[in-house]
């Protein structure tokens, strides 16, 4: 079907679920490998259906990614056949790892930064884990790899975002994007360390007070913001874009709209059982996104006046939350209106 209207443009992939931390908001409730795994050929075998259908970039991620034998030779494979391909590495083992990022050609790099010191080795339960990050982002700065931070803003950390801004810019990173941390996987058994709706208009000024300053520079990851006031996006918010121009692949083969989804609630099938494009193509797949209608909206954002373009927000976010895709809690045009900033009070208003 070359002329379907939805296409894998952005994908991540989840190479392995084991991991070297055990995150106290990673939503997939990292540590242990999936039982079945895809085998080195099964892995390049995704890759070329990926190319075949035109995805442009693939993010390689996990789990930690670089503790899959195989993520450079992936890399490689994306890389030769003209795909950008980054990667987020919870930058435990990436000072020995230089060599192989550049041999797969790799330049581009997000590295988990969740607080100060003391604060994101209590996030990321390692003692050690905020000092080799940074060691091995010099490195990778050394080597030519352009180094970014991405981090999830909780409870545990809302209140140290100058300092991190401070760090990470006198340590050369370039980019550092700011997501929320969403209400599942560990992040429910630590619910004392979860955002409160009414916070979140504090990191939207942070964030656009950052983009105002020269040098690091500050994004807004998809599940924060939303017609805020003042904007912090370089574009206008056009809905969730998982399952429509975003796909994610778990490491057993698992297809879903986007790889923080749950995989209980959005799995679409499996490369293992049926080709990708097969899975992708079929209009009965993917509908909780793709089919959308002002009336599946519920809660406060039924009445709001950017219904049609927001969609909602970020999928994750929301069902997170409520337990419901179409009901948003989160969203900073809702919680700046409620409070009579934007001058929108709906039926549903916050109080």
């Given at each position: 079907m070359t002329d379907f209207p939805f296409k894998p443009r952005v994908v991540g992939w989840e190479l392995t679920l084991r991991c070297n931390m055990r995150c106290l908001h990673c939503g997939s409730i990292a540590g242990e490998p999936r039982p079945d795994e895809l085998s080195v050929e099964e892995g390049f075998a995704l890759i070329d259906q990926l190319v075949e259908l035109g995805t442009e970039v693939v993010t390689l991620s996990g789990g930690e990614p670089m503790i899959h034998p195989a993520w450079d030779q992936y890399a490689r494979r994306l890389v030769?056949?003209?795909?950008?391909?980054?990667?987020?590495?919870?930058?435990?083992?990436?000072?020995?790892?230089?060599?192989?990022?550049l041999a797969c050609g790799l330049r581009r790099l997000g590295i988990s930064i969740d607080g100060t010191e003391k604060t994101h080795n209590m996030i990321r339960n390692h003692p050690d884990s905020f000092r080799r990050a940074m060691a091995g982002a010099r490195k990778?700065?050394?080597?030519?790899?352009?180094?970014?931070?991405?981090?999830?803003?909780?409870?545990?950390?809302?209140?140290?975002?100058?300092?991190?801004?401070?760090?990470?810019?006198?340590?050369?990173?370039?980019?550092?994007?700011?997501?929320?941390?969403?209400?599942?996987?560990?992040?429910?058994?630590?619910?004392?360390?979860?955002?409160?709706?009414?916070?979140?208009?504090?990191?939207?000024?942070?964030?656009?007070?950052?983009?105002?300053?020269?040098?690091?520079?500050?994004?807004?990851?998809?599940?924060?913001?939303?017609?805020?006031?003042?904007?912090?996006?370089?574009?206008?918010?056009?809905?969730?874009?998982?399952?429509?121009?975003?796909?994610?692949?778990?490491?057993?083969?698992?297809?879903?709209?986007?790889?923080?989804?749950?995989?209980?609630?959005?799995?679409?099938?499996?490369?293992?059982?049926?080709?990708?494009?097969?899975?992708?193509?079929?209009?009965?797949?993917?509908?909780?996104?793709?089919?959308?209608?002002?009336?599946?909206?519920t809660g406060h954002c039924t009445n709001c006046p950017h219904a049609i373009p927001c969609r909602a927000g970020c999928v994750v976010t929301a069902h997170g939350a409520t337990g419901n895709r179409f009901d948003n809690p989160y969203c900073a045009f809702r919680i700046q209106s409620g409070k009579g900033s934007c001058g929108w009070a709906g039926d549903h208003a916050a109080s």
């Open positions: 030769d056949a003209g795909v950008r391909t980054y990667m987020i590495t919870n930058g435990l083992l990436l000072e020995q790892n230089i060599d192989r990022l990778a700065q050394e080597a030519g790899i352009q180094v970014g931070a991405v981090t999830h803003i909780s409870g545990a950390n809302i209140g140290e975002m100058e300092p991190m801004y401070r760090l990470l810019e006198e340590a050369g990173f370039k980019f550092w994007q700011i997501q929320l941390a969403f209400a599942e996987g560990r992040m429910k058994e630590h619910d004392q360390y979860a955002l409160r709706p009414e916070q979140i208009p504090e990191i939207v000024d942070f964030v656009h007070a950052c983009q105002q300053r020269d040098g690091l520079k500050v994004v807004a990851g998809d599940n924060l913001g939303y017609f805020e006031v003042p904007s912090i996006r370089d574009k206008p918010w056009k809905g969730c874009f998982a399952g429509r121009h975003v796909m994610g692949i778990d490491a057993d083969g698992t297809v879903k709209g986007c790889l923080s989804l749950r995989r209980e609630a959005f799995s679409e099938g499996n490369i293992r059982d049926e080709p990708l494009r097969q899975i992708w193509e079929d209009p009965q797949r993917f509908r909780f996104n793709r089919y959308f209608s002002p009336d599946m909206l």
